[in-house]
């Protein structure tokens, strides 16, 4: 098996929001989980590794998808119908600054 960093389902891109951000290449339905983006470790600023999934997904404030916990890993879940070229977003709540 070879490593993607990355799911077939998205890209990174240039983000209106900030910088670089992920985009869907293809219609994403809801309640699909894309992956991993937080590992949690102690011995890492904030207590987490960021996978590059969790290193790419832009804020928003009304975002189309949510960070489930389990097994100290954080998973990325599409909780809206994603269109083709969307930007995947997140209303981030995570870190501890």
């Given at each position: 098996m070879t490593?993607?960093?990355?799911p077939e389902l998205v890209t990174i891109a240039p983000s209106d929001i900030?910088?670089?951000g992920l985009f869907a290449t293809s219609d994403i339905d809801a309640t699909l989980e894309l992956g991993?983006?937080?590992?949690?470790?102690d011995?890492?600023?904030n207590g987490l590794i960021?996978?590059?999934l969790g290193g790419f997904i832009n804020h928003s404030n009304t975002p189309n998808c949510k960070l489930v916990e389990s097994d100290?890993?954080?998973h990325l879940v599409v909780v809206k119908d994603?269109?083709?070229g969307e930007e995947l977003t997140l209303k981030y709540k995570i870190y501890k600054i």
């Open positions: 490593y993607k960093p990355l900030d910088g670089l991993i983006t937080h590992i949690e470790d011995r890492f600023l960021r996978t590059p100290n890993k954080k994603v269109k083709k």
